[in-house]
């Protein structure tokens, strides 16, 4: 009895609450703060390759060289803006061309062996992950059509990818490996007002309205789990509020929904271009996307069993980090 009373008590509730907001604060500027202090660190290693002949540093070059394009592909940069990732790609060919015109010191001390195939080492990671970053781990996958489910405007792939290593967290779901979570980027190129903010309204997607990607008919539709606060990820009643899409071929799911948006229902069909709902926060979702996932109808079996299909939005398919620009 004890324990069940402190459990419910409202100081401990606030205490949760503050524990929880603290870490996805501390969470999203760590992963920010990461991808910032090693673009700085790619730069210095490119640059401090030009002191010396290519003979003795190239592992160096190498290395800053796989990192920097390692950090542009997968770097964190939406956290704040993603025209920081174009300063850094600028600068990058920048310390590159300083590298060819700087007068190298001949009498400079070689590196040691040790520092030599260590870079090496860690290039030859940075290589593998920037190569699964446009082919994945998933071989030729088989694909689907879609309309973009967004009017026009300026949208980010905030997690997305031919499963490993770009879809991570998707991956680790039932069958969820081409999976994509979506955001809308603002003036500022970011994808809210604030680096991590508990404001709903804050987040450039909230209220969104989403509109059908495919003819289809309406097999779920989900409009009242409530939508969570940053980052709070609380699954509602029925989960997330949800539309489900079927076709002759395939199955199409829209998750976290703003609460009483929808506007569908269950045995309709509708057309491509019909408005669902506008996006929320509902379900297991630490801030307002859209998250949307295709699977191959297979009979016997449920939609989200069924062979998953990778996206191609008005035939073009797109990878984690990518911006869509709506029509």
């Known amino acids: 009895m004890l324990h069940n009373y402190y459990g419910t008590s409202p100081l401990r509730k606030i205490l949760i609450i ?14 920010l703060g990461i991808t910032l202090a090693l673009a700085l660190f790619s730069l210095f290693l490119v640059w401090k390759a030009g002191n010396r002949p290519l003979r003795g540093t190239f592992s160096y070059l190498l290395l ?30 920048l310390c590159i061309a300083a590298y060819t015109l700087r007068k190298h010191d001949h009498s400079a001390r ?13 290039t030859g990671l940075f290589v593998l ?4 970053y446009f082919t994945g781990t998933t071989g030729h996958p088989q694909t689907v059509e879609l309309s973009f489910p967004f009017k026009p405007g300026k949208y980010f792939v905030l997690q997305g990818g031919k499963g490993l290593p770009t879809n991570v967290f998707h991956f680790s779901l039932r069958g969820a490996i081409y999976a994509m979570d979506i955001v809308k980027l603002n003036p500022q190129g970011g994808r809210a007002r604030k680096i991590f903010s508990r404001q709903l309204d804050d987040y450039g997607i909230f209220g969104d309205t989403v509109y059908a990607p495919c003819d289809g008919l309406v097999l779920r539709a989900e409009s009242n789990n ?9 699954r509602g009643p029925k989960n997330t509020n949800q539309v489900l899409l079927e076709t002759p071929g395939y199955y199409v799911f829209m998750g976290h929904l703003k609460m009483g948006s929808v506007c569908v229902t269950e045995g309709q069909y509708v057309r491509q271009g019909t408005a669902l709902g506008c996006v929320g926060n509902s379900g297991f979702s630490t801030e307002p996307h859209l998250h949307i996932q295709v699977h191959a109808k297979q009979a016997g079996i449920p939609w989200y069993q069924g062979k998953p299909l990778y996206i191609l939005f008005n035939g073009k398919g797109y990878l984690l980090n990518e911006v869509i620009n709506a029509k």
Not at 18 to 31: D, G, P, R
Not at 78 to 91: C, D, H, M, Q, R
Not at 110 to 122: A, D, E, G, Q, V
């Open 18 to 31: 503050c524990v929880k907001v603290w870490l996805a604060i501390m969470i999203i500027y760590c992963l």
């Open 64 to 93: 800053g060289l796989s990192m920097g394009l390692f950090l542009y592909l997968f770097g964190t940069w939406v956290y704040l803006s993603i025209y920081a990732k174009y300063v850094f790609g600028v600068l990058l060919l």
């Open 110 to 122: 070689p590196l040691s062996r040790w520092k030599h195939y260590s870079n090496l080492l860690f």
């Open 129 to 132: 992950l920037d190569i699964g």
């Open 226 to 234: 409530p939508d969570n606060i940053p980052p709070n990820m609380n």
